[in-house]
């Protein structure tokens, strides 16, 4: 498959929020990006990464800052080895690999569930027949192969002919997908933009979020 340009796409390490807390706040501290933790198991480690939408990141000493007075500050880890063995438990990153004067505790308070292992054989082979097909430009074979090869793990749905809200709407097509923060949308737009047909107009946006209600009876079992 390597010789027509297609590649096995890498695995990806779980991502995710953890919280630094510490018992005394008269001080500021500092958690430098780099900082190791590990699972109360110790079989999964992690590392402070930079993260600019966190309040507590400061960019020009590369550290999440705790100022003084202030308990407790979230940062971003992610997991050294790739795949679904860095998706973790809640509560089971509690290590810190070193000490960290001014911090007392780590903990994440919800469970990682980004990290992708690589790409099988047979997702390979699907895919690969997706690619084939869509060296052909403008066909919907193409747009679909378009979007999945932006990443592992990627979902999407492919519409055609519809309005994103609803209704006829001849010509037009939209795609959603699963991540989709604002640079997966950017990434798979120029993706099928490159490939699209003349005129033909389109769109790309992230799934919504669907929350289910689950309900259900425990019964012990006798002793």
């Known amino acids: 498959m390597g010789d027509f340009g297609l590649i096995r796409e890498a695995a990806i390490p779980a991502t995710g929020e953890v919280t630094f807390a510490r018992f005394s706040s008269s001080s500021t501290a500092y958690i430098p990006v780099g900082t190791q933790l590990s699972t109360s198991d110790g079989t999964q480690q992690f590392l402070v990464i930079a993260d600019t939408t966190r309040a507590a990141f400061n960019a020009s000493t590369d ?17 050294v080895n790739a795949g679904v063995q860095g998706n973790v438990n809640a509560d089971t990153i ?9 911090v007392d505790t780590v903990n994440n308070g919800a469970p990682f569930a980004s990290g992708v292992n690589a790409e099988s054989d047979a997702a390979l082979k699907t895919r690969f027949q997706l690619y084939i097909s869509g060296l ?4 919907k074979a193409a747009v679909a192969s378009a979007v999945a090869n932006l ?8 519409t055609e002919n519809l309005a994103y809200g609803g209704g006829a709407q001849p010509g037009y097509f939209y795609v959603v997908i ?3 923060t604002s640079g997966d949308i950017a990434a798979a737009y120029a993706a099928i933009d490159a490939i699209r047909p003349l005129s033909v107009t389109f769109g ?13 009876t425990a019964i012990a079992a006798t002793g």
């Open 63 to 79: 550290t999440y800052i705790v100022p003084a007075g202030t308990a407790s500050i979230t940062a971003t880890v992610q997991a």
């Open 94 to 102: 509690t290590v810190l690999s070193a000490a960290i004067p001014g």
């Open 136 to 139: 052909k430009e403008g066909t």
């Open 151 to 158: 990443q592992l793990g990627l979902q999407y749905s492919l």
């Open 178 to 180: 699963n991540p989709g």
């Open 204 to 216: 790309v946006f992230a799934a919504t979020q669907v929350t289910a209600a689950v309900a259900l």
